[in-house]
């Protein structure tokens, strides 16, 4: 197939529509004729003429790490992280991070959010629904695992993210948790991560 046939065949296995503006400069008509090499069949430019589709099938392939964020909703924190450091002058963050006792080989527990932002440590919880745990006496202990861990590690800020608005139960009970320590209880939710 001579390059300028190969040029129009292309374009027309490409688009079914707007041949010839692809081939603007190309001595090509629409209409016109070309032989297949193969059969040596003369034949016009016709769709129906192509042995494949107009339109290519697409195929995507994501990266495993980034299948199994987006399935583990990795969107929530790093929504989270962005906008504390879109807010902040200085930032560093560290990924998800399990923190464990010395004397113990069970983790203390899993922080979702973990930053220096402005020279303050942040810890912080991230979820995807309104709740840091199904029922209050669950969202107690865990946040008083938040409080003990961010007062072993100095943190100055608390911060609950979540891709939905939190029920004004939970903003009570951290509230109520971290009321007489130096930690500030900061809630993202939904309007907070998407500005």
């Known amino acids: 197939m001579a390059l300028c046939e190969m040029k129009f065949f292309i374009a027309a296995l490409f688009s079914n529509v707007g041949i010839?503006?692809?081939l603007t400069g190309s001595r090509l008509q629409i209409g016109e004729l070309f032989r297949c090499n193969r059969c040596r069949l003369e034949q016009s430019i016709?769709?129906?003429?192509?042995?494949?589709?107009?339109?290519?099938t697409w195929y995507y392939k994501l990266d495993e790490l980034v299948y199994q964020g987006i399935t583990n909703n990795m969107h929530v924190p790093l929504l989270a992280l962005d906008r504390l450091r879109r807010?902040?002058?200085?930032?560093?963050?560290?990924?998800?991070?399990?923190?464990?006792?010395?004397?113990?080989?069970?983790?203390?527990?899993?922080v979702d959010i973990c930053c220096i932002a402005?020279?303050?440590l942040t810890i912080?919880?991230?979820?995807v629904s309104d709740r840091v745990a199904d029922t209050a006496s669950g969202e107690?202990?865990?946040?008083?695992?938040?409080?003990?861990?961010?007062?072993?590690?100095?943190?100055e800020k608390f911060i609950l993210a979540?891709?939905?608005?939190?029920?004004?139960?939970?903003?009570?009970?951290?509230?109520?948790?971290?009321?007489?320590?130096?930690?500030?209880?900061?809630?993202?939710?939904?309007?907070d991560l998407y500005s």
């Open 118 to 120: 402005d020279g303050m």
């Open 162 to 191: 979540s891709e939905v608005d939190w029920s004004p139960r939970t903003k009570e009970i951290a509230a109520e948790l971290f009321q007489g320590t130096n930690i500030s209880v900061h809630t993202l939710g939904r309007a």
């Open 140 to 155: 107690r202990a865990a946040l008083r695992e938040y409080r003990e861990l961010a007062t072993l590690l100095g943190a």
């Open 124 to 127: 912080g919880e991230a979820k």
């Open 46 to 56: 016709l769709s129906a003429n192509l042995f494949a589709r107009p339109e290519p």
């Open 87 to 110: 807010s902040a002058q200085s930032f560093m963050h560290a990924d998800e991070h399990e923190f464990v006792r010395r004397s113990e080989e069970k983790p203390l527990i899993e």
């Open 20 to 22: 010839a503006e692809l």
